[in-house]
């Protein structure tokens, strides 16, 4: 069985998210019943808590927003259709 790499937005974009971007790929994650964990984190540029996903869900999640479709649908057929 593969073991799923918990990773943050910042680590799988290289670049801070933002809090928009970051509760819509939470919500997604959420409506999806996909694991969610959290770090906290502390340097120059942010204080507090990051949530962790899945990377492949990550890569999924971007993949649907590059060809225009809307996440959660996108995802949820991809689940259902497995």
Same mark, same amino acid.
């Given at each position: 069985?593969?073991?799923?790499?918990?990773?943050?937005?910042?680590?799988?974009?290289?670049?801070?998210?933002?809090?928009? $971007?970051? =509760? *819509?790929?939470?919500?997604?994650? &959420?409506? $999806?019943? =996909? *694991?969610?964990?959290?770090?906290? &984190?502390?340097?120059? =540029?942010?204080?507090?808590?990051?949530?962790?996903?899945?990377?492949?869900?990550?890569?999924?999640?971007?993949?649907?927003?590059?060809?225009?479709?809307?996440?959660?649908?996108?995802?949820?057929?991809?689940?259902?259709?497995?």
């Amino acid at each position: 069985m593969e073991t799923q790499q918990l990773i943050s937005l910042y680590d799988y974009l290289g670049y801070p998210a933002g809090p928009e $971007l970051g =509760r *819509q790929v939470a919500d997604v994650a &959420i409506k $999806l019943k =996909r *694991q969610i964990s959290s770090r906290n &984190i502390t340097n120059t =540029r942010y204080k507090g808590i990051v949530h962790l996903y899945d990377r492949k869900f990550l890569k999924e999640y971007f993949e649907a927003k590059q060809l225009g479709l809307e996440p959660a649908t996108a995802l949820e057929y991809l689940q259902n259709n497995r």
